[in-house]
């Protein structure tokens, strides 16, 4: 059974960081490429970042690029999104997506 696990959202004020972390069972993510998405309240969920299995070729959003950064743990099976630099427009729950799993999503709320 396959299951991604997303952790490490929080409050925290604009102008800060977090690294969420989406930690995978039952699906290597090494093979396989790996996106965040994220969903503010009233908008459609969106891409932000991706990390391509080979080579880990990192793709952004213009909307966090500079800020974000995307990679990979192989040993640990787990994919991050550091998030530096953080504004209230980034406010939103964020998901993991991987060969048609999704997550279950991890808040994030900057405040100003």
């Known amino acids: 059974q396959v299951a991604l696990v997303e952790s490490g959202g929080g409050l925290v004020q604009a102008g800060g960081s977090l690294r969420l972390s989406c930690a995978a069972s039952?699906?290597?993510?090494?093979?396989?490429?790996v996106n965040w998405y994220r969903q503010a309240p009233g908008k459609e969920r969106g891409l932000i970042a991706s990390?391509?299995?080979?080579?880990?070729?990192?793709n952004y959003a213009d909307s966090v690029k500079g800020r974000f950064t995307i990679s990979r743990d192989n040993v640990k099976n787990t994919v991050y999104l550091q998030m530096n630099s953080l504004n209230t427009e980034d406010t939103a729950v964020y998901y993991c997506?991987?060969?048609?799993?999704w997550g279950q999503g991890t808040q994030v709320t900057v405040s100003s």
């Open positions: 990390i391509a299995p080979a080579g880990g070729l990192e």
């Open positions: 997506y991987s060969f048609g799993y």
């Open positions: 039952g699906l290597t993510l090494s093979r396989y490429s």
